[in-house]
């Protein structure tokens, strides 16, 4: 209180600065968190997404479960997902079709049927898992096919797995994110034979299949070194 009997004011036209303050905090905090996802290498990503959702309280649901749940949807449109095996191994996700599904015997074209089934595993992949990487593999039993187009079962079983690449292709997903390998019967599931060296029926129907992995990013374009002429290693070239 002054002289006169009047109180001071003690600056109240300077509490904005708290709430200026407070907002500049959020601002960066904000900032920070757009410069963690941009710099994020592969994987880490959904890692920072899952401490995210437990520090704030709520539930993280990996994107590969969002995609099973998804895919075990579409059963009515789709009869054929009911013979598929859906496996969630730690690196991503592996859908299987036996081959009898996708190809008739000794084809590597696609049947018409399940051409709309892999445009909808390929949309369902770009929705629920960012920039996924697909990893296609055809595999065949032990019997030996000997045709003009397929000499051997290693034409046969990349010519399958690249029949479904150019179906996930042709929705539009980037190429450079697939991978297509054919194995031949170098590595089966279940044997072929039995201990007498008889084939195994029910075994070899198994072992013709295409497998569908679906992978985060960075397995793909992870950088490569290259070769000099003269044997020498050149380091990754940095990409962004």
């Avoid at 099973?68 to 496996?87: F, G, R, S």
């Avoid at 039995?194 to 992995?213: A, G, S, T, Y």
Wanted: glycine share 6%; charged share 30%.
């Amino acid at each position: 209180m002054d002289d006169s009997g009047h109180e001071e004011e003690h600056g109240d036209d300077e509490l904005w600065l708290i709430s200026y303050a407070d907002l500049m905090t959020l601002l960066f905090g904000f900032f920070v968190l757009l410069y963690v996802f941009a710099s994020a290498k592969s994987g880490d990503a959904e890692k920072v997404r899952e401490g995210l959702a437990k520090s704030f309280g709520g539930s993280y649901v990996p994107p590969y479960e969002e995609l099973a749940d998804e895919l075990a949807k579409q059963v009515e449109d789709h009869p054929i997902m009911k013979m598929v095996d859906v496996q969630q191994p730690k690196d991503g996700m592996e859908i299987t079709f036996r081959s009898n599904l996708l190809f008739k015997s000794g084809s590597a074209t696609l049947r018409s049927d399940v051409k709309k089934t892999m445009v909808m595993m390929a949309r369902l992949i770009s929705k629920n898992v960012d920039k996924a990487e697909i990893f296609i593999a055809g595999h065949t039993d032990d019997a030996p096919i000997s045709t003009r187009r397929f000499p051997s079962n290693w034409e046969l079983s990349g010519a399958r797995s690249a029949s479904v690449v150019r179906e996930f292709i042709s929705t539009g997903y980037d190429p450079k994110m697939m991978v297509s390998v054919g194995y031949a019967d170098s590595r089966p599931a279940y044997p072929n034979r039995d201990k007498r060296n008889i084939p195994i029926r029910e075994n070899r129907e198994k072992n013709r299949r295409v497998v569908i992995k679906v992978v985060s990013p960075g397995i793909v374009n992870q950088a490569k070194s290259t070769t000099k002429p003269d044997g020498r290693r050149l380091p990754p070239s940095n990409r962004k």
